[in-house]
T-cell receptor, first 110, second 115 residues
Framework: LAKTTQPISMDSYEGQEVNITCSHN???????ITWYQQFPSQGPRFIIQ???TKVTNEVASLFIPADRKSSTLSLPRVSLSDTAVYYC???????????FGRGTSLIVHP | DAGVIQSPRHEVTEMGQEVTLRCKPI?????LFWYRQTMMRGLELLIY????????DSGMPEDRFSAKMPNASFSTLKIQPSEPRDSAVYFC?????????????FGPGTRLTVL
């Protein structure tokens, strides 16, 4: 199974933009990159998904370079409620079963 | 839609006992996943079903773990006998057709404590 790597933790302050980068070196041609958010005592939930370049929705933006070996989740103007663990679900490496990384624990301070 | 339903939400048992976790996926979804989450190992995929058939169970830790999906609306994960190191949060997730592009919808999880 493919391996993804992302920072273990990050700290930010309310109103700032947060960028979390994930590396997925073993991504296959038909793999998409998906990010999930998990709050304590809840299951992960979908935030955003992309294949290449840039994708934006009401929650976040996702930047994927041309080689697709990494991706960056961008959260604009974070608030305290954005404190959560963010998972990059990278490519399957051709196994059709995408794996989750260890997640990045984001703490937003007042 | 009620989303993915898991039961029980919390389970406390003693070492050696049998534990059965239950999951009802979202209606119409063809793929079902069982995950285990711990601080040490993060979110681990245990087994993946597609159209009720187990596709990959390479993540199942050992023979004490077994999973079934007798129909499209129900799956179980059984641990027999349970051990303290099985203590974790177990998540069930479902998705439309599986694969890299598919969004997985997670249930609330079952917090298992084995004493």
């Amino acid at each position: 199974l493919a391996k993804t790597t992302q920072p273990i933790s990050m700290d930010s302050y309310e109103g700032q933009e947060v960028n979390i980068t994930c590396s997925h070196n073993n991504i296959a041609t038909n793999d998409y990159i998906t990010w999930y958010q998990q709050f304590p005592s809840q299951g992960p939930r979908f935030i955003i998904q992309g294949y290449k370049t840039k994708v934006t929705n009401e929650v976040a933006s996702l930047f994927i370079p041309a080689d697709r070996k990494s991706s960056t989740l961008s959260l604009p103007r974070v608030s305290l409620s954005d404190t959560a663990v963010y998972y990059c679900r990278g490519g399957s490496g051709g196994s059709y079963i995408p794996t989750f990384g260890r997640g990045t624990s984001l703490i937003v301070h007042p | 839609d009620a989303g993915v339903i898991q039961s029980p939400r919390h389970e406390v048992t003693e070492m050696g006992q049998e534990v059965t976790l239950r999951c009802k996926p979202i209606s119409g979804h063809n793929s079902l996943f069982w995950y285990r989450q711990t601080m040490m190992r993060g979110l681990e995929l245990l087994i993946y079903f597609n159209n009720n058939v187990p596709i990959d169970d390479s993540g199942m830790p050992e023979d004490r773990f077994s999973a079934k999906m007798p129909n499209a609306s129900f799956s179980t994960l059984k641990i027999q006998p349970s051990e303290p190191r099985d203590s974790a949060v177990y998540f069930c997730a479902s998705s439309g057709v599986g694969g890299s592009t598919d969004t997985q919808y997670f249930g609330p999880g079952t917090r298992l404590t084995v004493l």
